[in-house]
């Protein structure tokens, strides 16, 4: 529960606040940009929101903190913005929201496949409202986990909903109820039109995961920087090889996805060739010696 008087500073006064405990995860950014800063190491907000359109967003963003550090004076807005979430981004992909502390605020997905499946893409933390909205969704065939950092509460939601969990056997001790250990770097089908492509780098076991949705959910491998408005990777938070992190962002040049769905960061949808474009770019600045983050 954040606290008015742990507030940061740079808040503007009114009904919405952040707090100091804010590990600066970037989400409330994300959900509500008219809102929310980045105030030097932690959010803040910039605005207090007016319109029914931006309160409903802040009210999200309460919901999808990690650190609950983002306190309201409209408990009944932030009850009634349960009903948005999962948020769905376009047809047959959803934004789970409900960020985990236990994965620094990563973004998890539904996404559902060919045979009408519904899979979780990584996961956020335990809510008995997206349970029930998962439910009426039609439960889950399986969780996909695209790295060792971002499994947060899979486990809890694998078992709720009798869903198996696929991870890469190179991080597969982070999950060690997987049912489905991925072996090796060759893509592999998960189910109809949707299709594992490992791609090392930012941990070993990470691999991103195409759905034939023109998607990719690339968890920390890449995502679309607002600061340089590009797409972007970082050496800063390359846990395993920056060099099989290059070698593996070559490896989605090829595919067909205008839309990308990350873990942490930005998302993007470069229709037209553009995915392409900006990949050919970024590989370009990973392959210096140093790359902006
Ligand atoms: S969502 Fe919460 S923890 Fe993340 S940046 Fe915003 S206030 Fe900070």
Known sequence: MATRDRAVHENVPGSFFVDDTCIDCDTCRQVAPLTFIDADGHS?????????????????????????SIGSAHPDVVKLAQGDLPEQITDGV???????????????????????????????????????????????????????????????????????????????DAAPTAARVITGDDAVTLAPGLTIIPVPGHTAGSQALLSDRGV?????????????????????????????QTA????????????????????AYLPDGGMRQGLDALIARMQRPMVES
Do not use: K
């Open 94 to 172: 959803w934004y789970c929201g409900w960020t985990s502390r236990h994965s620094f605020g990563a973004s998890s997905y539904l996404v559902r496949a060919g045979d009408g499946d519904l899979w979780m893409v990584d996961a956020p933390r335990w809510a008995p409202s997206l349970v029930a909205a998962i439910e009426r969704l039609g439960g889950l065939a399986g969780i996909f986990l695209t790295h060792r950092d971002d499994v947060a509460d899979a486990p809890r939601y694998a078992e709720r909903f009798h869903a198996p969990l696929v991870i890469h056997a190179r991080d597969a």
């Open 44 to 68: 803040a907000v910039q605005v207090q929101p007016e319109d029914p359109t931006a309160l409903r967003a802040a009210a999200r963003a309460v919901l999808c903190c990690p650190t609950n």
């Open 248 to 267: 593996s962002m070559r490896r989605l040049r090829d595919l067909s996805f205008d839309r990308l769905l990350p873990g942490h960061g930005g998302r």
């Open 216 to 244: 990719l959910f690339s968890g920390d491998h890449l995502w679309w920087s607002r600061r340089i408005g590009a797409l972007n990777a970082s050496r800063e938070v390359c846990w395993h090889s920056w060099e099989e």
